[in-house]
């Protein structure tokens, strides 16, 4: 593949004026065509610019999947402003914490998430926020139910001349700069605001098309969130590049993903390793016929090898590449190729893409390792972020003198130049002195009878350093010991592996883009243990 140097927007004019007619998007209340998804957010762009909005201007969509997400998206980028894509799990606290931090001057909301009701928590920003936020634009829903139309835009926003100064802002535009900012998922502290240009996210949407082999007939379900930079790249984007057709909801949920799988005979979905279980585990599943779905990228949190071969299984049409990347490289860094097996798909990342170098470097001598041996993998090339917004220390430590972006991955190449992925640097437990990979222990603890999910941390300790506790979830009725796993893993793992402590719980926490939330989890794990603890001290 040949990198473009293209803005968003250009993308975007060069679809709507290939094919003008076809259906670019579609949802519960109707469709767009590309023609219409252009002139749309031309208009949305001239209300922007009589708000004060302008190129630069930091503005946040605060909102779940929607066609007026992606019309204000896009308007944002016709008017050169940078787009400030907020998380929609955000408390109150959160968002303040992070409007603040990025600068955000203007505010698109919608109508809320799940039990979360924005206006409330809107009337509350603005007054700690008053100072810093210009002006709260709500973009859900309309009066009538509906999404944006023609008619939802006075006459001033749609005519010619308005349209002039929105070309004009086009044109002022250069790829090299901002496209939007987004942040890290944030289970382990605050989330760091990530700067990705147009050429970050033009490229790398284009790269993974090049590599998924979709087209122009193909109708992809977007479930994953349009926040997130999964949602933006490979699917947005994406659809810009080759004219497939978006459907979108407005957050995962599975009996809508099966319901509207069947009905708008879907050919693509991508997804997080738990959206898919969930779908091919739901005793729902037998009732939907998914049998259009034929391809979608499986990434964004580590999966089993009988994991990826179960939604297989389950949905023998649906073939799912492996991916692997972050934030920080726009996202993509290693993705599967059409021909690869079930088994390269299920055991690896895919391979290291094109224009992107891959480097695997011993945490204690910083050198490159051999072909197969384990350490950090590090990334340089057209996908690595511009850098954190105002965190110029973050950023120096993670991108090094040579270009290096540090990602705090662990894993290993082969010869062919696939990925392996096998932890997290900062998920290390450190246990007298010996580095414990969770990776390797969860895999051997769900093998235990009864297990659905499980996470392995690291909790503080005296004399140790840590100690290893394992979170687990047992399936439905299942009943899960303590002792009986620890006995379990003897003969599997070495001693000094084999957890302290065995935390039961209902569910792992999650953040809205699927990853399992670090922060909460040890906060959980460390007052259960502290609790059994104090009532064991009252028994003696």
């Not at 894509?85 to 409007?99: G, M, R």
């Not at 919608?110 to 603005?126: D, F, P, Q, S, T």
């Not at 990776?439 to 999910?453: D, F, L, S, T």
Request: hydrophobic share 35%; net charge negative; glycine share 8%.
């Amino acid at each position: 593949m040949e990198l473009i140097h293209k803005t968003i927007t250009q993308c975007l004019q060069a679809r709507a004026a290939a094919c003008p007619d076809r259906i670019a998007l579609a949802s519960d209340e109707g469709s767009y065509t590309w023609r219409e998804l252009d002139h749309l957010s031309t208009c949305m762009a001239a209300r922007m610019l009589s708000h004060g909005v302008r190129k630069g201007t930091h503005a946040g969509i605060w909102s779940t999947n929607s066609p007026n997400w992606i019309i204000t998206f896009l308007a944002l980028e016709k008017v050169g402003a940078i787009p400030v894509l907020l998380n929609t799990c955000y408390s109150t606290d959160e968002l303040a914490q992070v409007l603040d931090y990025a600068d955000v001057e203007y505010v698109y909301y919608g109508e809320g998430y799940k039990k979360l009701i924005y206006a409330g928590m809107v009337e509350e920003l603005k007054k700690r926020l008053e100072s810093k936020v210009k002006r709260w634009i709500y973009i859900g829903r309309d009066k009538e139910r509906k999404w944006m139309g023609e008619d939802s835009f006075v006459f001033a926003e749609r005519m010619k001349k308005a349209a002039a100064q929105v070309e004009d802002c086009i044109r002022q535009t250069r790829p090299e700069e901002t496209a939007a900012m987004l942040f890290t998922s944030g289970t382990t502290g605050s989330p760091k605001g990530v700067m990705l240009s147009h050429d970050n996210l033009v490229n790398s949407s284009l790269e993974t098309c090049a590599h998924m082999k979709w087209d122009e007939t193909d109708r992809m379900l977007i479930a994953v969130p349009l926040f997130h930079c999964f949602g933006i790249t490979s699917s947005l984007l994406s659809s810009i590049h080759t004219g497939f057709s978006m459907y979108v909801i407005e957050y995962f949920k599975t009996m809508i993903v099966l319901r509207t799988v069947q009905e708008q005979r879907c050919t693509l979905l991508n997804g997080v390793p738990s959206m898919f279980l969930a779908v091919v585990r739901n005793p729902e599943r037998k009732n939907y016929d998914l049998s259009s779905l034929r391809r979608g990228i499986i990434a964004g949190s580590p999966y089993t090898r009988e994991e990826y071969l179960e939604i297989r299984k389950s949905i023998p049409s649906l073939v799912l590449h492996a991916s692997y990347g972050q934030t920080e490289t726009s996202p993509c860094v290693s993705i599967g190729d059409v021909g690869d097996t079930d088994e390269e798909n299920a055991v690896s990342a895919g391979r290291v893409i094109e224009h992107c170098e891959v480097g695997i470097f011993n945490l204690d001598t910083c050198r490159q390792v051999e072909t197969g041996e384990t350490g950090e993998i590090r990334v340089r090339g057209y996908n690595v972020m511009q850098g954190y917004y105002r965190l110029p220390e973050e950023t120096a430590k993670a991108i090094d003198p040579e270009g290096w972006l540090h990602t705090g991955d662990l894993g290993y190449l082969d010869e062919r130049h696939f990925l392996y992925m096998t932890g997290r640097v900062k998920e290390l437990i450190i246990r007298g002195g010996e580095n414990i990979s969770p990776v390797e222990i969860e895999n051997a603890i769900r093998q235990y009878p009864g297990v659905k999910a499980v996470k392995v941390i690291g909790l503080p300790v005296e004399v140790l350093q840590e100690m290893v506790v394992a979170c687990v979830a047992p399936e439905a009725g299942a009943s899960v010991s303590e002792t009986g796993l620890k006995a379990f893993l003897e003969n599997r793992i070495a001693y000094y592996k084999i957890p302290s402590h065995v935390v039961l719980v209902d569910e792992l926490p999650v953040t809205a883009s699927g990853k399992v939330a670090l922060g909460k989890l040890k906060e959980t794990a460390a007052e259960r243990i502290r609790e059994q603890e104090q009532a064991e001290h009252k028994e003696k």
